[in-house]
């Protein structure tokens, strides 16, 4: 049981390039969410999903796209990264409906965009 | 709005004392849940310790309390007796369990917590 593991764990991108992030989570958890986390501040959610197909906006979903084509996959994508992106991304996963149910993080992924 | 606040950017503390850390929140939601997470140097975010919003008793997991005042809209972690592994940063989250029905975490800033021998 792995739990939830994000691919690549570094990766340093140009201005322009694109990329897409893999997370992989094989705790048949509904939910998965990928959140960005810059210096001084807390994560903030990117986007979301809650079940597989279906996806939807977080707080700050501008420059990112994602899919969730596999109950287990959530796959984050920049299209043409920019400098701002830099940050550290982690994504979660976590069960529908019960109150107090966490979310499980996975060991997050370090972008720097140059 | 929906608002984690966490005031204190750092704290220290003697090995074997207990540390309070502070969190308030902000919601005009009647049922939500309010977490923490701990973020060691090596990156990961470790679940710590979880309140909902009804719950009578404060919740407690090991030497990890939560110092939950409903109308103060405050949740101070309390680590007891702390220990040198204890030393990271610590984030409050909340989550709204009625907001269209999705399980979404809004984060405070975190507080950095340094544990001295």
């Known amino acids: 049981n792995a739990g939830v593991t994000q691919t690549p764990k570094f990766r340093v991108l140009k201005t322009g390039q694109s990329m897409t992030l893999l997370c992989a989570q094989d705790m048949n958890h509904e939910y998965m969410y990928w959140y960005r986390q810059d210096p001084g501040m807390g994560l903030r959610l990117i986007h979301y999903s809650v079940g597989e197909g279906t996806t939807a906006k977080g707080e700050v979903p501008d420059g990112y796209n994602v899919s969730r084509l596999k109950k287990q996959n959530f796959l984050l994508g920049l299209e043409s990264a920019a400098p701002s992106q830099t940050s550290v991304y982690f994504c979660a996963s976590g069960f529908a409906g019960s109150r107090d149910d966490e979310q499980y993080f996975g060991p997050g992924t370090r972008l720097t965009v140059t | 709005a929906q608002k984690i606040t966490q005031t204190q950017p750092g704290m220290f503390v003697q090995e074997k004392e207990a540390v309070t850390l502070d969190c308030t929140y902000d919601t005009s939601d009647q049922s939500y849940g309010l977490f923490w997470y701990k973020q060691p140097s090596s990156g990961e975010m470790i679940f710590l310790i979880y309140?909902?919003?009804?719950?009578?008793q404060n919740a407690t997991e090991g030497r990890y309390s939560l110092n939950f005042q409903k109308a103060r809209k405050s949740a101070n972690l309390v680590i007891s007796a702390s220990q040198l592994g204890d030393s990271a940063m610590y984030f409050c989250a909340m989550r709204s369990l009625f907001s269209g029905g999705y399980n979404k975490l809004i984060f405070g800033a975190g507080t950095r917590l340094a544990v001295h021998p």
């Open positions: 309140q909902g919003s009804y719950d009578e």
